[in-house]
């Protein structure tokens, strides 16, 4: 097989808490993550010589050693001796420094796409055991779905799926820095947390009214504050239809829970009136990935 081709799926959080900040500057989670249906595609072909290529569809990222995509490839080339090269081009649609982790999905993907690829043999817990080398949420990509993610996020426990509903989501003009975003956030005086422990429980009974009700993210404390328009958003999509709505990660992406396609469709409309949303999608949750 010398061509191979792979979706990198974007998350959301239902729920993400920050239990505190440790010594080393890294912050304590306890996150609920959420794999949906908006991807990337990554094509894989085998080169006959050595060394990694990596060409995109965006001009502002570059495929170059800064790109996740070509440092999950050389880590996997050096650990596993890999003596061909690798060409990967990358269909990028997920939204950047938007919240949605789609560096990692990229990185994540990667490692999927050459363990097939060069008949690597490794399992989902060793390719998560290399993949935090290059992101605490890469392991999380790797196994994708529904999972709580400690520690630093790179502890996951498997979760059922979650109940079946449909997803606006939209991201204003703006790009949000993740580590602008922990540095700004006072973690010690968060008053406000959200209920992670009664959301698996409403995971676990199939009860969307009780997910819906727990959404919750401290990390908005740290950019509604700066950016009001991700705020404007939750509102609108509150108002019109959603059961709930919640900025994803660091942000600035919200997303919003619909029950029925119809009225997440309408609200996409009404969303692409205005002008506080750039760019809008409706899909949903994808609950198994691999
Ligand atoms: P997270 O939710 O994990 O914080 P994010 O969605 O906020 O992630 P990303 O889109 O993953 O942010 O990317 C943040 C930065 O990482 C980008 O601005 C870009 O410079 C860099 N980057 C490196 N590789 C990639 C990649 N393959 N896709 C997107 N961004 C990448």
């Not at 249906?37 to 800064?66: Q, S």
């Not at 819906?212 to 239809?241: A, D, Q």
């Amino acid at each position: 097989m010398d061509s191979i081709t792979r979706n990198a799926y974007a998350k959301i959080n239902l729920g993400l808490d920050v239990i505190r900040r440790r010594e080393d500057g890294y912050h304590e989670v306890k996150m609920i993550m959420q794999s949906i249906g908006l991807c990337d595609t990554l094509t894989f072909t085998r080169k006959d010589e050595a060394g990694i290529v990596v060409v995109t569809d965006k001009k502002e990222l570059p495929g170059d050693e800064n790109n996740l995509i070509y440092r999950a490839a050389k880590l996997l080339t050096d650990t596993c001796r890999i003596k061909q090269g690798v060409h990967i081009s990358l269909e990028k649609k997920i939204p950047m420094a938007a919240g949605m982790a789609g560096g990692s999905t990229d990185a994540a993907a990667v490692f999927h796409g050459m363990n097939e690829m060069f008949s690597l043999g490794l399992s989902v817990d060793e390719m998560c055991g290399l993949a935090v080398k290059i992101g605490a949420d890469v392991p999380y990509c790797i196994k994708g779905g529904t999972a709580l993610a400690e520690g630093i996020g790179e502890q996951l426990t498997d979760l059922p799926g979650m109940p079946d509903c449909f997803l606006l989501i939209a991201k204003p003009d703006i790009d949000v820095s993740t580590r602008f975003v922990y540095e700004n956030l006072h973690a010690d005086s968060l008053e406000d947390h959200p209920d992670i422990d009664g959301m698996i429980d409403a995971i676990r009974r199939r009860d969307l009214g009780g997910v819906t009700e727990r959404l919750g993210n401290v990390l908005e404390t740290v950019t509604v504050k700066k950016y009001p328009e991700v705020e404007e958003i939750k509102n609108f999509m509150k108002e019109h239809g959603a059961l709930n709505a919640l900025m994803s990660g660091s942000g600035p992406t919200v997303f919003g829970i619909y029950d029925s396609k119809e009225k997440a469709l309408e609200a996409r409309t009404g969303l692409e009136r205005g002008k506080t949303a750039k760019q809008i999608f409706v899909t949903v949750p994808v609950n198994v990935l691999r």
